[in-house]
């Protein structure tokens, strides 16, 4: 037997932002302006909606790279390893040699630093026509998924549907305003 029936509301616009910037974490190319966008078009979705919809977006740029047509070499210049490589390379240099510091960095870090993979529209000049498939196995390790974006979210939102109807929510506020919280 339940002693006590709790309304707790749905989350406001507020909450939903928090929502979607804590389940979606911090490698993200998401804006506040972004996280605002997402929080007023989940009206009505309950806290565990918008976490479903979050792991349902974090899918997206693995479907994107599997049903990619097109592929285009990049630098990758955000890699967090490489990042790590390269302050150690620069602190070596200036240890071991200052004459190499005044050096042309961008040739550099284009040397010492492997293109990735990344999956591309069809109309870009640099796209390469090929599928997941069709790389070669030397290349598997420098395939990479785009990072999680707003686009992302948005094709999720297209077929979501929040779990509680505002029908169930006016049932209960009606039984609690004729029962009460304890049900008598």
């Known amino acids: 037997r339940f002693v006590k029936r709790v309304y707790i509301p749905l989350p406001d616009i507020l909450a939903r932002k928090a929502i979607f910037k804590i389940h979606a974490g911090k490698d993200t190319l998401l804006t506040d302006k972004d996280y605002e966008i997402l929080a007023q078009r989940t009206d009505g979705y309950s806290g565990s909606d918008i976490a479903a919809i979050v792991q349902d977006a974090l899918m997206e740029p693995v479907r994107t790279l599997q049903a990619a047509t097109h592929f285009k070499k990049v630098y990758d210049y955000h890699d967090k390893q490489y990042d790590n490589k390269k302050k150690q390379n620069n602190m070596d240099m200036d240890k071991d040699n200052d004459e190499q510091k005044g ?41 990479r998924t785009e990072t999680l974006k707003l686009s992302h979210f948005l094709r999720v939102l297209q077929t979501a549907n929040p779990s509680v109807g505002k029908a169930d929510i006016q049932k209960h506020i009606d039984w609690t305003e004729e029962f009460g919280q304890e049900g008598r």
């Not at 284009?110 to 293109?115: K, M």
């Not at 026509?129 to 070669?136: A, R, S």
Request: negative net charge; glycine residues 8%; charged residues 30%.
């Open 103 to 143: 050096g042309d960095n961008k040739q550099m870090d284009h040397q010492r630093h492997e293109y990735i993979w990344l999956p591309t529209s069809s109309g870009d000049p640099n796209g390469v026509k090929m599928n997941l498939m069709e790389f070669d196995e030397s290349e598997y390790d420098k395939i």
